[in-house]
């Protein structure tokens, strides 16, 4: 049965030395591939000599490979990027451009995605080949934290060999470092129960140098602030100001009400007080935080309405043999569960 059509995106920078076995590896693992299959390899605007080792590749190895040269180092997510538009299959899959993803996993992921029925799938480095402080434990962390500020329960959201829907995954722009929070921008536009994850074969390093740190657990806990508000507040910003607002407003009042009492209940000086300079100052907190919130749905409003975003979209069936041939075997299946059940019912 064939397979839908997919598209490999390969971000690369200071690779020369992994080129050519990755176009190898590439090659040999979707030799048997039952559908077509292409490659976008994405030069960063590398240093070394990697620019010259993927046009002498794609000249060796043909026309499924294509070469992107950025003209300059714009970071991983505006390569992933640049490599998402120029995808043209059903599917798009991504991996790191150093060997440590096994393009191997790949034609499995992409069955076990349509018989899952997702949009994305996600890999998981269960048995991680890195180093425990440099590697893992951000890792570890920035997992926690995104799990915990998002809701969407993975186990390793750094793992850049994933495969997603190309119509779901385009709905989506990635800017600054949204790279290592893909997951949870995606179910900004489809449910997360159609968001999974799959074991996934894990590599050391063999050569170069690895581009992350635990610096990078910092980077994390600021992005989250932003992954949050988009993945709650993103039609409907006004909120999340309004609700801060009232909050403050509401500490502030009581505190002024509390004052209140003091002074025309029981007649005390209130002027000298700290509370009453706190309270006010409160108050005008609340209410920047309301006028914030008014003009943050203002420029919603604008943005929706000049740019002819739709508040909703119609999902597309994937089409394929495979595809159809696993959808009836889950009608067939849902039918004889049917039948079974009434013949219990009958008895």
């Known amino acids: 049965m064939s397979l839908p059509s997919i598209s ?12 050519a076995p990755l176009f190898e590896a590439i090659s040999e693992s979707m030799a048997n591939y039952d559908g077509d299959w292409d490659v976008v390899i994405v030069n960063d605007g590398s240093r070394d000599q990697t620019a010259a080792e993927l046009n002498r590749c794609v000249k060796q190895y043909g026309d499924k490979f294509l070469h992107v ?11 992933m990027q640049a490599g ?16 440590q993803n096994d393009p191997a996993d790949i034609p499995r992921i992409v069955k076990e995605l349509i018989e899952r029925d997702l949009d994305l799938l996600q890999g998981w480095r269960k048995n991680r080949q890195d180093h425990m402080v440099s590697r893992k434990l951000p890792s570890r962390l920035a997992n926690k934290l995104i799990q ?34 893909i997951p949870v921008w995606m179910a900004t536009v489809c449910p997360p129960h159609r968001i999974g994850q799959t074991v996934v074969n894990h590599r050391a390093r063999m050569a170069g140098e ?5 610096s990078r657990t910092f980077r994390v806990i600021i992005d989250l602030v932003s992954v949050f508000f988009f993945l709650k507040f993103r039609a409907r910003p006004g909120h999340f100001f309004g609700s801060i607002g009232l ?12 004052l209140g009492l003091l002074k025309f209940v029981f007649g005390q000086d209130i002027g000298n007080r700290p ?49 159809a041939q696993i959808q009836e075997q889950k009608a067939a299946e849902k039918i004889a569960k049917q039948e079974d059940a009434t013949k219990q019912e009958n008895v």
């Open 148 to 181: 915990r500020v998002s809701g969407v329960m993975l186990d390793d959201y750094g793992c850049s060999l994933k495969v997603y829907r190309a119509d779901v995954l385009k709905q989506i722009r990635l800017y600054g470092e949204m790279h290592r929070f």
């Open 69 to 79: 040269e950025l003209q300059r180092n714009f970071g991983q997510t505006a390569a």
């Open 247 to 258: 909050w403050v407003g509401g500490i502030g009042g009581l505190m002024l009400t509390y």
């Open 84 to 99: 998402i538009d120029e995808a043209s299959g059903d599917l798009i899959a991504t991996m790191d451009g150093d060997l």
């Open 210 to 214: 690895s581009k992350y740190g635990i």
């Open 275 to 323: 509370m009453l300079l706190i309270a006010s100052l409160l108050i005008i907190a609340s209410l920047q935080f309301l006028t914030t919130g008014v003009l943050s749905e203002i420029l919603s409003r604008i943005f929706f309405q000049t740019t002819n975003v739709k508040s909703y979209t119609v999902r597309k069936p994937l089409t394929c043999e495979y595809s």
């Open 8 to 19: 490999i995106v390969v971000p690369v920078y200071n690779e020369q030395e992994n080129i």
